[in-house]
C-alpha cells in the first residue's frame, strides 16, 4: 500500500471555497432568486420555503480552486475529469435556472461528457465480471458506449434521491469515501486522494444544505456529482486490474438500487418510468416516519431527519466493498444480499400507516399533518 500523504492545502481550500461559495449563494438569493429559487410546489418537493438550487455551482468551484493546489500527478487525473464534466454540470446548471431542460438532453451531455473522459483518459470499462458482455467489451467501441452509458445512469441515479436535506451529498460522500478506500487499499494513493479532495469540497456545501436546507444541490450539483462519482469508479476498475467491478457498484449501489427497483415498480404498476411520483424510499420516510414521530420538530429538520435513516442504508453495501475489493464472488453475493435488504427496509417503511386519532364521533384526522408530496426537485 503505498503511503497517502493528504494535500492539506487543496482539502483546506477545496472545503473552505465551496463553504464560501454555498454561503454567499443563499446571502444574494435577492438578486438571482428569480432564477435560481426553487418553488415549492410540485410532485415531489416537501420543503415549504423557496430556496436557491444552484449549490452546484459552489461544488463546482471548489473543484477548481483545490485543483490549482494539488501535486502535479493528481492535478493531470482530475483536471480532464473537469473538463469532460462541463456538459453533465452545464446542461444541469441551464435545468437550475430555468427549468427548460429536459431529462433526456440532461443525461445525454452526461453520457457525452463521459465519452469525452474516455478521448481526454483513454479509460474505460472493459470487462465487469460477465463472460459473454466482457468479450463484447473488449471492442474499443462498444466498450466506450457501455461505460457512457453507465456513467449517465450513475449520475442520472443521484439526482433521483436528491429529495431531502444532505440526502444527496451525503450518499455521495459515503460512495466515494469508500471508493476512496479501495484505492488506497490496492496501492493507488493518487486516485484515493482525488475521492478524498472531492469528498471534503462536497462537505462545504453539505454544511449548508443539512441540516437546515438553505441551499440545494440542484440538477448541476447532482449531475456533476453523479458523473464524477461514476468516473471516479470508472478509474478505479481501470487502473487496478486486481480491483473487480463489483466493488466500486457496491460502493454506488443505493443509488442505484432505488433507480432500479422505481423503474420495475412504476413497470409493475403500469406507470411510465419516468413519471415522476412520491413513492421513493426517502419520500415514504418522510411521510410515514418522520413526520408522524418527529412532528414536534420545526420542517426543515424534519426534512433533515429522513437524511440518516437513508444513510444507513447506503452504508452497508459500501462498507462490504472495502474490505473484499479483489473477491468478485463475496462482492457479488453481497450486491444480492444488500438490495434484499433495500427491499425488505422499502417494504417496511412502505407497510407503516399513520395512527389515527378520532377528535369527533364520525371524523377522524391523521395524527400528522400531509404535506403536498413533493420535494425540491422534480425527476
Request: hydrophobic share 55%; net charge positive.
Amino acid at each position: 500500500m503505498n503511503n497517502l500523504a493528504l494535500p492539506v492545502d487543496s482539502f483546506g481550500i477545496g472545503f473552505a471555497a465551496t463553504l464560501v461559495c454555498s454561503l454567499l449563494l443563499v446571502w444574494t438569493k435577492r438578486w438571482h432568486g428569480r432564477y435560481s429559487l426553487d418553488a415549492t410546489h410540485g410532485v415531489q418537493k416537501f420543503h415549504i420555503t423557496p430556496t436557491p438550487r444552484i449549490g452546484g455551482a459552489a461544488i463546482f468551484a471548489g473543484l477548481w480552486l483545490a485543483l490549482a493546489l494539488l501535486p502535479e500527478p493528481q492535478q493531470e487525473l482530475l483536471f480532464p475529469v473537469l473538463v469532460a464534466g462541463l456538459p453533465a454540470f452545464s446542461f444541469g446548471l441551464v435545468e437550475d435556472l430555468t427549468r427548460n431542460v429536459s431529462v433526456r438532453a440532461r443525461l445525454l451531455a452526461t453520457m457525452a461528457s463521459g465519452v469525452l473522459c474516455w478521448w481526454l483518459t483513454d479509460a474505460s470499462l472493459r470487462h465487469i465480471g460477465v463472460g459473454p458482455l466482457d468479450a463484447l467489451l473488449a471492442w474499443v467501441p462498444f466498450s466506450v458506449l457501455f461505460t457512457a452509458f453507465a456513467v449517465g445512469g450513475v449520475a442520472n441515479a443521484l439526482n433521483i434521491i436528491d429529495g431531502f436535506n444532505g440526502l444527496a451529498s451525503g450518499t455521495l460522500m459515503i460512495s466515494m469515501g469508500a471508493l476512496g478506500l479501495i484505492a488506497l487499499g490496492c496501492g493507488d494513493a493518487h486516485l484515493a486522494q482525488l475521492c478524498f479532495l472531492i469528498c471534503a469540497v462536497t462537505a462545504g456545501f453539505f454544511l449548508v444544505n443539512f441540516p437546515f436546507g438553505k441551499l440545494f444541490l440542484g440538477d448541476g450539483g447532482a449531475y456533476l456529482l453523479g458523473f464524477l462519482l461514476a468516473w471516479m469508479s470508472v478509474m478505479l476498475v481501470h487502473r487496478n486490474p486486481t480491483v473487480s467491478p463489483w466493488a466500486p457498484f457496491l460502493a454506488c449501489a443505493y443509488p442505484i438500487f432505488e433507480t432500479l427497483f422505481t423503474i420495475l415498480r412504476r413497470l409493475w404498476c403500469r406507470h411510465h418510468p419516468g413519471m415522476p411520483d412520491s413513492r421513493h424510499l426517502h419520500s415514504l420516510i418522510k411521510t410515514n416516519i418522520s413526520s408522524h414521530y418527529f412532528r414536534a420538530l420545526p420542517a426543515p429538520l424534519r426534512n433533515a431527519s429522513v437524511s440518516p435513516f437513508v444513510w444507513s442504508v447506503a452504508a452497508l453495501p459500501a462498507l462490504a466493498s472495502t474490505g473484499y475489493f479483489d473477491t468478485p464472488v463475496f462482492l457479488a453475493w453481497a450486491a444480492a444480499a444488500s438490495f434484499l435488504v433495500y427491499c425488505a427496509a422499502y417494504a417496511w417503511v412502505a407497510s407503516i400507516k399513520p395512527r389515527v386519532v378520532r377528535v369527533a364521533p364520525t371524523v377522524a384526522v391523521e395524527e400528522f399533518d400531509i404535506k403536498p408530496l413533493s420535494r425540491h426537485a422534480a425527476r
